[in-house]
């Protein structure tokens, strides 16, 4: 029997930013709940920029990925978005569909 499969997330926010932590699997089998639930703690204000720290992240394919795409161009258009701690995965796939240098305008 397989051990289940997870995607978690934590919030903490300040004036400055809102740090969406991702930690787990963020999979085509996890990634529902994160699309559900992001509007009820995604809501920056004012000059609030958001950093999606991915240090947890412990496996992530091409449906994570166009997730978090989703998520960044959608919030990019209110604000500015960062990724931290961003694995390689994420870079191989961005090269993969061509979106190398669209990822590097969210990469510190």
């Known amino acids: 029997m397989q051990s289940e499969k997870t995607l978690q997330w934590a919030v903490s926010q300040n004036n400055e930013s809102v740090v969406v932590t991702l930690i787990g699997e963020l999979t085509r089998n996890t990634l529902l709940p994160l699309w559900k639930q992001r509007a009820s703690f995604l809501s920056p204000s ?6 999606w720290d991915l240090a947890g992240l412990t496996h992530l394919d091409s449906a994570g ?7 960044l161009n959608h919030y ?11 694995p390689k995965v994420i870079f191989t796939l961005a090269e993969l569909y ?3 240098e669209w990822l590097a305008q969210y990469t510190l």
């Open 46 to 51: 004012g000059n609030q920029q958001i950093y």
């Open 65 to 71: 990925f166009t997730l978090l795409a989703e998520m």
């Open 76 to 86: 990019g258009k209110q604000t500015a978005n960062h990724l931290i701690h961003t």
């Open 98 to 100: 061509d979106l190398d």
